[in-house]
T-cell receptor, first 114, second 117 residues
Framework: AQSVTQLGSHVSVSEGALVLLRCNYSSSVPPYLFWYVQYPNQGLQLLLKYTTGATLVKGINGFEAEFKKSETSFHLTKPSAHMSDAAEYFCAVSDQTGANNLFFGTGTRLTVIP | GAVVSQHPSRVICKSGTSVKIECRSLDFQATTMFWYRQFPKQSLMLMAT?????????EQGVEKDKFLINHASLTLSTLTVTSAHPEDSSFYICSARDNRASAGELFFGEGSRLTVL
């Protein structure tokens, strides 16, 4: 069984400040991990994903995430927040068969303060 | 990248009518598609897994007769909300897995906002 926990349903940062969105997962098998972003009234867009190999993954829009197996975490970071980063962010996990659905966290709403 | 298109993006209907939402993979084939429902300020709730050429697999608590899913081709899945009621008003999102991909990534449609009056 797999699940994802996102700590903090709402995060506010100042423009230019560090963004840190937390994600912890539970999986009985080696996981694939994803971060998606959702803008109002839109579907989900993939930011980045971890499958195998390098544990630090770089994605679009300057975001990156690090897979830490010992901590069962996959936190999303960005060095400097931009106003356009304001959105809902979802962490998701799947197993490595590639056949199953993604299990989503409850989401974190990021607000960027000018 | 792979593109999934949903139509319509917004629909308003009267109580008791049926509404069909389409989910198309535009540049890839998808044996498997997923339908989700999203309530305001909440995460995605998986409703069903749509499999091309076979019956959909519904999640517990989702009424099969109310939410009809048809996956007639490798590029199209449809969700029909039958006899819609105001409580069915929601944001419905589909996703599809590229048959060629092995890394589990899903591609999402833009979502369809249903309002039942």
């Amino acid at each position: 069984a797999q699940s994802v926990t996102q700590l903090g349903s709402h995060v506010s940062v100042s423009e230019g400040a560090l963004v840190l969105l937390r994600c912890n997962y539970s999986s009985s098998v080696p996981p694939y991990l994803f971060w998606y972003v959702q803008y109002p009234n839109q579907g989900l867009q993939l930011l980045l994903k971890y499958t195998t190999g390098a544990t630090l993954v770089k994605g679009i829009n300057g975001f990156e995430a690090e897979f830490k197996k010992s901590e069962t975490s996959f936190h999303l970071t960005k060095p400097s927040a931009h106003m356009s980063d304001a959105a809902e962010y979802f962490c998701a996990v799947s197993d490595q068969t590639g056949a199953n659905n993604l299990f989503f966290g409850t989401g974190t709403r990021l607000t960027v303060i000018p | 990248g792979a593109v999934v298109s949903q139509h319509p993006s917004r629909v308003i209907c009267k109580s008791g009518t049926s509404v069909k939402i389409e989910c198309r993979s535009l540049d890839f084939q998808a044996t498997t598609m997923f339908w989700y429902r999203q309530f305001p300020k909440q995460s995605l709730m998986l409703m069903a897994t749509s499999n091309e050429g076979s019956k959909a697999t519904y999640e517990q608590g989702v009424e099969k007769d109310k939410f009809l899913i048809n996956h007639a081709s490798l590029t199209l899945s449809t969700l029909t909300v039958t006899s819609a009621h105001p409580e069915d008003s929601s944001f419905y999102i589909c996703s599809a897995r590229d048959n060629r991909a092995s890394a589990g990534e899903l591609f999402f449609g833009e979502g369809s906002r249903l309002t039942v009056l």
